[in-house]
């Protein structure tokens, strides 16, 4: 499989055509960024292991019933990726009250849920990712009422099958936020990554941040955080 046409750069990877018009490969960068690019930075080691950590939690998914766009892993930071569009929606789930919830409500970081919430944010930087519901998401014609609850029972099959996997790691899943894709045949599939970029990871016995959000509050000991997750996933079994 060879990289041809660079589609798209984003924050924290590149995407290139192949020679197949179904297949695009994404390339995972070290470059990491926070409160809608604000904040700008880079965390060594960090696209190996997002690379690496999405595409053993997706062939997992795959084994659940939730399909995804991972087809094989190249290289380190490289995967080939079904083409899909991605519908404009940031699906997020959480088990745990943390970070915008903990603001827009006004409650502490850290309230467990007797059930976890699922909500849905507009992909859309110039707006600052608003919220938005069901009804919204379809008045906005981002998707069809049959394809969001798609996208819902997915969302939580993730949200189950992650917990139990970083249970087993000594991790709590705290929250995290998931994107799907279409593919041309119509299929709505996951998409984007599951890394510690987009899971709240805390450990299950100190508390202590196992994510990016060392990143974005400067609590030092990113790289570290990154790597230990990876290596506590790793001996996990999937
Ligand atoms: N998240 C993400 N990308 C975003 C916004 C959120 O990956 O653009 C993840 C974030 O890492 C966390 C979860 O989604 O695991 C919930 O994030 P929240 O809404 O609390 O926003 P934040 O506090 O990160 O701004």
């Known amino acids: 499989m060879e990289k041809k046409n660079q589609l798209y750069e984003g924050k924290a990877k590149k995407v290139y055509e192949t020679d197949d018009p179904e297949v695009l490969i ?3 960068k070290d470059d990491a960024t926070a409160f ?3 904040k700008k930075g880079s965390i060594t080691g960090k696209g190996v292991i997002n690379n690496q ?8 998914l795959e084994k659940k019933g939730v399909p995804t766009h991972y087809i094989e892993e190249l290289s380190e930071r490289e995967t080939a990726v079904k083409r899909v569009k991605i519908l404009p929606l940031e699906v997020i789930i959480r088990n745990i009250s943390a970070g915008s919830f903990s603001k827009r409500y006004g409650v502490e970081e850290g309230i467990v849920f007797d059930n976890p919430t699922i909500e849905f944010s507009y992909k859309n930087d110039d707006l600052g990712d608003p919220l938005l519901n069901d009804d919204h998401a379809i008045a ?5 009422r049959e394809e969001l609850e798609t996208v819902k029972k997915y969302a939580f099959i993730v949200n189950d099958f992650l917990k139990d996997v970083w249970k087993t790691c000594g991790v709590t899943l705290v929250d995290f936020k998931i994107e799907f894709g279409k593919t041309s045949d119509g299929t709505i599939v996951l998409a984007d ?10 450990d299950s016995k100190t508390g202590e941040k196992l994510d990016k959000d060392r990143f974005r509050r400067d609590l030092g000991g990113v790289e570290e955080a990154y790597a230990e997750v990876m290596k506590r996933l790793r001996q996990a079994s999937l």
Do not use: A, F, H
């Open 26 to 28: 994404v390339s995972y």
């Open 53 to 60: 950590m999405s595409n053993l939690l997706m062939q997992g």
């Open 36 to 38: 809608n690019g604000l």
């Open 193 to 202: 990554e599951i890394s510690p970029d987009t899971c709240r990871l805390w």
């Open 140 to 144: 906005l014609k981002l998707c069809t």
